[in-house]
C-alpha cells in the first residue's frame, strides 16, 4: 500500500484543488505532519475551533436532522469533483482507469446525494446507493472504499477536508468516526447483497461468490487487528500493574531503610551516653542487609528494563503484522476486482456476439420476407400472362371465325346471280 508520506512527495510541485484560506495546507507540509498536534484530533491537546451558528457539526444546514446526510454529501464531493483526488486514489488502489472514468463516478455521486437527501435514514440511503451502483459503477464504489480506508489508516489528509469545508472549520474526531460508521456498514451492505441477490449467470454467480470471500477476508483481518489491539492492552495494563507492584515494594524498602538508621543512630546515642562500645556487629548486619536491599533493588530495576524492551519489540511485531494484514487485504482486493472486470469483459464480448447473431438472423429474416414476396408477385404475373394469353386467344378464335364466316358469304352470292341469269337467258 502506498503511504502518505510517498505521495506527499510525489505531488510537492503540484497545486493542491482545494479552496484558498488561512487552514490549506502545502503538500510539502504534509512530510511534516508526523506527530503533529491537529486541533480536533483523537488524544490532541488543542481544542478544535468553536462552531458559529445554529449547528452542531460545523455546517450550516436548515434542518439539524440533515447534519449527518450532509456531511457525506460534501465527502464524495471532494472526492469526485477533484481531478487530483481521483488521480490519488487511483495510484493507492492500484486502479489507472479511474480518472477515465471521471462523469460516470460524478453521475453516480448525484444519485447518490439525492437518495441520502431524499431518505435520511443512514441504512436505507447505504442500500439504495448499492442498488443504483451494484451493476455499472463498481469503480465508483470502490474508491468510497478506498477513500475510507485511507482516512482511517492515516488522518494526515484531515487538513485538507477541513480546508474544503471552510468558511466553517470542522472537528476531525467527527469525520473520523462517521467514516467508520460508514465502512462498517458498506462492509455489511456488501455481505448482505453478495447473499440475498440471486445470479443471473454462471459469470455473475463467480462474481458475487468472489464478493463473498473478500467480505470474509475483510471479516477475518479485522479480527485479527482486534486481537493484536486486545493483547497490546493486556500487556500494558500488566505493565501498569508491575510498576505499581515494584513502587510499593521499594517504598516498603526506603521505610524499613529509616527505620534501620533510626535504630542505629539511637543505638549510637545510647552507647556514648552511658560510655558502652558501639554495636559494630549489629551495623555490619545493618549494613549487609542493606547493600542486599540495594542488590535487589538493582536487579528489579533490570528486570523492569527487560519487560520494556520486551513490550517494545513486541509492539513493533504487532504494527508490523497490521500493515502485513493490510497489504494482504488489498493485495486480495486487487485480485478479486482483476477478475472481476476479466468476468466483465467476457461478458461483454458475449454480449456483443449476441446482438450480431441477432443482427444476422434479423437480416436473414428480412431477406427471407422479400424472396417470399418477390416470389409472390412472380406468381401473381404468371396469372396475369396466363389470363391475357387465353383472352388473346378467345379474340383470335373469335376473329378466325368472323373472317370465314365473311369469306363464305360471297360465294353465295354469286350462285344466286349465276342461276338468275340462266333463268333469264
Known amino acids: 500500500m502506498v503511504s502518505i508520506r510517498s505521495i506527499a512527495s510525489r505531488y510537492a ?64 464531493d471532494f472526492l469526485l469533483t477533484s481531478t487530483y483526488n481521483l488521480s490519488h486514489f487511483g495510484v493507492v488502489a492500484g486502479e489507472d482507469a479511474l480518472r477515465e472514468k471521471v462523469a460516470t463516478c460524478h453521475g453516480s455521486s448525484l444519485l447518490f446525494g439525492q437518495a441520502l437527501l431524499r431518505h435520511l435514514d443512514l441504512e436505507k440511503t447505504m442500500s439504495t446507493m448499492h442498488v443504483i451502483t451494484l451493476s455499472t459503477q463498481k469503480t465508483f464504489r470502490r474508491s468510497l472504499c478506498t477513500l475510507t480506508r485511507m482516512l482511517l489508516a492515516d488522518q494526515h489528509l484531515m487538513p485538507q477536508f477541513r480546508a474544503y469545508f471552510r468558511p466553517r472549520t470542522v472537528a476531525m474526531g467527527d469525520l473520523v468516526e462517521l467514516l467508520a460508521i460508514f465502512r462498517e456498514m458498506t462492509i455489511a451492505n456488501l455481505k448482505r447483497i453478495a447473499l440475498a441477490e440471486p445470479p443471473q449467470s454462471t459469470l455473475l454467480e463467480q462474481a458475487v461468490t468472489k464478493e463473498h470471500k473478500e467480505t470474509i477476508m475483510a471479516k477475518h483481518l479485522q479480527e485479527k487487528l482486534d486481537k493484536h489491539r486486545v493483547s497490546n492492552a493486556d500487556v500494558l495494563d500488566s505493565k501498569k500493574k508491575y510498576m505499581e507492584s515494584l513502587m510499593r515494594q521499594i517504598a516498603t524498602v526506603k521505610a524499613r531503610r529509616d527505620e534501620i538508621r533510626a535504630s542505629i543512630a539511637s543505638r549510637d546515642h545510647q552507647c556514648h551516653v552511658v560510655g558502652a562500645t558501639p554495636f559494630e556487629s549489629q551495623r555490619e548486619t545493618l549494613a549487609a542487609q542493606v547493600a542486599t536491599t540495594k542488590a535487589k533493588f538493582a536487579e528489579m530495576k533490570e528486570a523492569n528494563r527487560n519487560l520494556e524492551d520486551k513490550l517494545h519489540r513486541r509492539k513493533v511485531a504487532g504494527e508490523a503484522e497490521v500493515q502485513k494484514c493490510i497489504a494482504e487485504y488489498d493485495a486480495a482486493m486487487t485480485k478479486v476486482y482483476d477478475e472481476i472486470n476479466v468476468l466483465r469483459a467476457d461478458l461483454d464480448d458475449k454480449r456483443e456476439r449476441c446482438r450480431f447473431l441477432t443482427a444476422f438472423f434479423q437480416d436473414l429474416d428480412e431477406r427471407r420476407a422479400a424472396k417470399a414476396e418477390q416470389e409472390r408477385l412472380e406468381a401473381l404475373r404468371v396469372k396475369t400472362l396466363e389470363r391475357n394469353l387465353r383472352i388473346w386467344a378467345c379474340a383470335a378464335l373469335l376473329l378466325q371465325r368472323a373472317l370465314a364466316k365473311s369469306m363464305r358469304a360471297p360465294s353465295k352470292k354469286k350462285g344466286k346471280g349465276g342461276a338468275k341469269k340462266k333463268k333469264k337467258n
Open 13 to 76: 510541485d503540484s497545486d493542491w484543488p482545494v479552496p484558498p484560506g488561512p487552514d490549506v495546507i502545502p503538500a510539502m507540509a504534509l512530510v511534516q505532519l508526523r506527530g503533529a498536534d491537529i486541533p480536533g484530533a483523537p488524544g490532541s491537546t488543542k481544542r478544535a475551533p468553536a462552531p458559529s451558528g445554529p449547528h452542531t457539526t460545523g455546517l450550516v444546514v436548515e434542518d439539524a436532522s440533515k447534519t449527518e446526510t450532509t456531511w457525506i454529501v460534501k465527502i464524495f
